[in-house]
């Protein structure tokens, strides 16, 4: 895997359908051998990303580059990649061999070459005893694996995989996660792979482009969106946050930020978001994830429990803070203490490295209530 | 269920079947009747009283020439109508289920207009059409008549057949490099090749059959209802019933041929699953 050799490059591209506007300035990149994820909401433009990475659709600006190579207006079957479709759409009047063939025989490769490549495509995803039978005579698993095998075997430069997952029950899901990543190592082949499923973005990706209303919020690693998002939508989106809007109270050295209730926060100089505002009066919203909170006698802030639900391994503390802000907080079960109950009244305490600042305040950033609620789906 | 719902419920069974017994009769006596005077001896020159049963109508079932020759018409008339509607309508299918345009209402409501219109006012008006543009009635009018009929028929039917069809299908095809010609011929067209052929069969037993439309653009050409419906004033030769028989027994074996053959695509099938289980 290398991110300086870039296989596919989006360089401004835009994409306009009548009025609307699908894909807003799309900029990066995608390495050789990457698995990349682009992961938001329905609607974000993520799927047209794709079908423009494929062919299926034309940017209406900038350019599309394939190992370098400008094929912004080049036909998909010119394109020298291939995509798993979210219905797989296999051939049905195929067997599994002829709808793997297809590809290679669509390029006129002699019928030794042909049988070889397929074989060995279809022992890579495990299905060499079902050459002669029909997609239909398949379990919905082994018809991912055949759609996989029937793009793999082309050897394309880029495999794009448009919601791979999202037609399998859970558990087939989560057992074709691990199984997408053996084949990808196994072919060595660059994954560009679409999803609005956060939790898949992160467990399978090496690198993901957040993306909302058409506009790339974000492209990182894993470990650094969760972290360090550049941007409340990604900070809400991906896994759960307390979004506390406040206001700049002293900076110099660590901000201390002030929140409505009074409460104030130290955040250190390097938790401040790109394009955060460092000036006191600042408006600005920071971030706790909450498995960073403590709950404890000792702390600044405190918090009244409203509700406390035992998850296992965790309990997920819910409670208000002296202004009625509602926080999160997810605490390991222990058992020489005794567990959060409603009612209780305790003290919020977190590492000093775990406060993070964000530019601007839900309300303001005009998009309150998609965090809110993206929030809320992901507790 | 008890004791005395089961008898209730026989009887009522009894009934139903004897009421679908009456419906089918309905449908078959006539076709019944054909094929029975087909082996009629009849005195005189009409068919239409049973005399005895003789095997002499088949032995010469093409003794009357112009019957002969009309039944030449209309299959060949057939066969062309058939085949450039079968085309067309396919197109028009295709282009209004896979593409949204402009007029796409507009040619739904023109599609419908031939199979809801009078025959009695399509026939005249298109040979109104002929005689102003001074074109001369005969195979080609016919043809032409036919194929205006047909290809409605087609894409009316196609459509219906092939909705629902999967188009990522052939986004796939060109996915995986086939020109969308390839994509075309070796995914979309074999998987609605069955819709396209029940399509034109039945197109073509429309064609066979038509009177009206034929009667106003045939000029001196003469198809096999024409010839019946002409010669019926005059004689009504067992001749009529023998060849109707055998049209009849060519679509009854295209149709359990159609048959037979998708049952043992399926045996195979299943074989396959059997075997490798």
Redesign the interface.
């Known amino acids: 895997m290398d991110v300086n050799d870039p296989v596919v490059a989006l360089d401004h591209v835009h994409k306009k359908y009548g009025s609307f506007t699908a894909v807003h300035e799309a900029n990066f990149s995608i390495g050789r051998g990457e698995f990349f994820a682009m992961l938001g909401p329905s609607g974000c433009g993520k799927t047209t990303t794709l079908k423009m990475i494929a062919g299926f659709e034309q940017p209406t600006s900038g350019r599309v580059l394939l190992e370098g190579q400008d094929v912004s207006q080049v036909p998909p079957h010119k394109r020298n990649v291939n995509t798993v479709f979210q219905q797989y759409a296999l051939f049905p009047h195929m067997s599994v061999f002829d709808n793997v063939a297809f590809g290679p025989r669509s390029k006129k490769l002699s019928d030794s070459e042909v049988k070889k490549r397929v074989t060995e495509m279809l022992h890579v995803v495990r299905l060499d005893e079902f050459s002669e039978r029909k997609p239909a005579q398949l379990s919905g698993g082994q018809q991912q694996r055949v759609a996989l095998a029937r793009a793999l075997v082309n050897l394309p430069s880029a495999l794009l995989l448009d919601e791979p997952l999202a037609a399998l029950d859970l558990k087939l899901r989560e057992a074709m996660q691990i199984e997408l990543k053996r084949i990808q190592r196994e072919v060595g082949i660059t994954f560009v792979f679409v999803t609005h499923d956060q939790g898949e973005a992160l467990t399978m990706s090496d690198r993901i482009a957040v993306m909302s209303e058409g506009r790339v919020e974000q492209v990182g690693t894993p470990e650094n969106i969760y972290a360090r998002p550049e941007s409340l939508f990604v900070a809400g989106f991906i896994g759960s946050a307390n979004l506390l809007p406040g206001v700049i109270a002293s900076s110099g050295g660590e901000l201390v930020v002030e929140l409505q209730g009074g409460n104030k926060i130290a955040v250190l100089a390097n938790n401040v978001a790109p394009g955060a505002s460092h000036e006191t009066g600042g408006r600005v919203t920071v971030m706790l994830r909450p498995e960073q909170i403590s709950l404890g006698q000792q702390g600044d802030i405190t918090v009244r429990v409203t509700d406390s639900v035992f998850q296992g391994s965790s309990v997920r503390v819910v409670g208000r803070m002296n202004d009625n802000t509602e926080i999160t907080a997810l605490v390991s079960v222990d058992p020489s203490h005794k567990t959060p109950a409603p009612g209780d009244n305790l003290y919020m305490s977190w590492h000093p490295q775990a406060p993070y600042v964000l530019d601007g305040w839900p309300d303001t950033a005009g998009s309150n209530s998609t965090n809110v609620d993206s929030i809320e789906a992901t507790l | 269920m008890t004791a005395a719902q089961a008898p209730r419920q026989a009887m009522g069974r009894k009934i139903v079947n004897a009421i679908a017994s009456l419906g089918m009769l309905y449908l078959f006596a006539p076709i019944v009747v054909i094929v029975l005077f087909s082996f009629n001896q009849p005195k005189g020159k009409f068919n239409i009283v049973w005399q005895g049963f003789t095997l002499d109508n088949w032995r010469r079932p093409f003794a009357v020439p112009e019957l002969t020759d009309a039944l030449l018409v209309s299959l060949k008339v057939a066969f062309f109508s058939t085949l450039i509607a079968t085309i067309l309508g396919t197109m028009i299918a295709l282009a209004l289920s896979r593409y949204k345009f402009r007029g796409n209402g507009a040619i739904n409501l023109f599609l419908v207009l031939p199979l809801t219109s009078p025959e009695v006012v399509l026939g005249s008006s298109l040979a109104t059409l002929f005689i102003s543009r001074g074109v001369d009635f005969g195979y080609v009018t016919v043809v032409i008549a036919h194929v205006m009929f047909q290809v409605s028929f087609v894409a009316v039917t196609l459509r219906a057949r092939i909705r629902g069809f ?1 188009w ?2 052939e ?10 010609q ?2 075309f011929w ?2 979309t067209f ?2 609605i090749l069955p819709g396209i052929t029940a399509a034109a069969l039945l197109s073509f037993a429309l064609s066979i059959d038509d009177f009206i439309i034929t009667f106003f653009n045939a000029g001196s050409l003469v198809t096999f209802p024409l010839q019946i419906f002409g010669a019926s004033r005059v004689a009504i030769p067992p001749q009529i019933n023998v060849l109707a028989t055998m049209l009849l027994l060519g679509s009854v074996l295209l149709m359990v041929g159609g048959v037979i053959l998708e049952s043992r695509k399926q045996r195979k ?1 299943l074989a ?2 059997k075997t ?1 289980k």
């Open positions: 999967d990522t299908l986004q796939a095809a060109m996915d995986l490099g086939a020109s969308p390839r994509a070796r995914i074999p998987l099938t396959v699953t490798r």
